[in-house]
């Protein structure tokens, strides 16, 4: 099922979708743009003036009926929260699944039942509201889950190697805007640099900053979906890549700064030390965690409209509240909730992938508008990340096994920026690699800390350049 996505996005890339167009005119155009996306009263204006996604939907006809009504909010929820549950199933046992990821296949799960007349084509009401609530709430848990103060003592080499992963991505991203910027803007006006800001931040953190990026520069649902899209095809390329590059090579000694208790036979899930016996019980844990996430949304909420005025900015502030709040949390206390915070964190992030597949075809038509400027960007995005880390390898001074420059260094430094920790973690675990299995979700975390501000700052820079 979750090919079905990338098919309809091929065939309308190639033009070889059927319309059917409506009886007695020569084309029939979707709907307002307000009210084909699930975020539509976040809806950006300059969207709607863009030719290309009028014409884009120009010419088609949607399913105008669906058995989940447009104004059931818990029938949409509910549909969608099986969705999301369902995908993570697909996603860990099937081959397809595996290659796209959980994540993706909960967003093409639904782009397919807001295809075929389900879901409401175009989103709905409850798909917003889930939508909002699974955003704000991840984004403080998952960072509450990650060990940032373990990150410079824990690290070490590694932590080099995935800052140059990260200042690779930002310079192939400012070469991609400044080859494509244009292109982009025509195909999708001023969210052009908006998804280009936000598909940096994606490359240096993860799935959450892109989507906080988004939010934070109120990009078009649309326009959202259409570069997590396209990105995503992308990575089914890098992926494998990676692998590839990595298969065969040993893991590396414990000699150099990474801490030895890596070298235990642990798992993602192992990453943080077990609680003490008396630790709070799973509903205190969650309580918990549910309170702190709330007051990091509530202050970051406070901290925008003190800061610029109103709301733009308060998913930022609220990452900006959470980090300051997890290095000041008594250790044992942040021990405790890292595990908890990463589960319900992923949960709803699969939930917010859910919602963005749910406008059904809405999401293919923008993929076609904008297909060929996003894959030249990130073609140069993707291209130019590898060919700097490999630069750095030659020109930098190897130390003990390699130091920060150690090919499985920089494979995992390299996998932890473009797919986030859990990805980079599942590259050590497969090759064995023992010693960088704790510190690759340790860096990975850092990146979920530090994209947002670096793709916000991204886009004001080149705001006015386009």
Known sequence: MALLLLAGISLHVCGGLVVVPAPGQRSLRLAQPSRLAPLGAHQHPRTQQTPRFRGAVSGMKMISS??????????????????????????????????????????????????????????????????????????PLLLLSAD??????????????????????????????????????????????KIAAALMAKNVGGGINYIAVCKTLNASPNAIAAGLCVDNIFALLYFPITS??????????????????????STPSETTESPPKNSMDGVQQVSMLLSLAMLAIWGGDMLSKWWVGGLS?????????????????????????QIPAQTLGTVLLYLFFATAGAPGLAIAESVRASFVPLGAFLTTLYGIHGL???????????????????????????????????TAAALAQANGWTSLLAPSLLVGNLGYAIATFCGIAFHAYFLNRF
């Open 148 to 193: 940032l103060r373990g990150c410079a003592s824990k690290c070490g080499p590694l932590l080099q190697a995935f800052f140059l992963a990260a200042m690779g991505t930002i310079l192939a991203s400012v070469v991609g805007v400044l080859s494509f910027g244009a292109p982009l803007k025509t195909a999708l006006g001023a969210d052009g640099i």
């Open 313 to 337: 900015a308060s998913l930022p502030c609220c990452t900006l509240l959470t980090v300051a709040g997890s290095l000041v949390i008594p250790s044992k206390l942040s021990k405790q909730l």
């Open 244 to 265: 590839a590059l990595a298969s065969g090579r040993p893991d590396l000694d414990l000699d150099d700064d990474e801490t030895s208790t890596s070298k235990s036979k």
């Open 66 to 139: 669906s058995l989940i009504g447009k104004g059931d909010d818990w029938g949409n929820m509910a549909v969608l929260a099986v969705t999301a549950t369902a995908a993570q199933t697909l996603g860990n046992s099937t081959k397809v699944g595996q290659l796209l990821g959980a994540p993706v296949t909960a967003m093409a799960c639904a782009f397919v039942l807001g295809s075929v007349g389900i879901l409401p084509p175009g989103g709905s009401s409850g798909a917003s509201l889930l939508q909002k609530v699974s955003l704000q709430l991840a984004t």
């Open 388 to 422: 700097f880390l490999w630069t750095m390898r030659q020109i930098w001074p190897s130390g003990k096994q390699g130091g920060a420059m150690a090919p499985q260094r920089l494979l995992v430094a390299s996998s932890a920026a473009i797919g986030g920790p859990a």
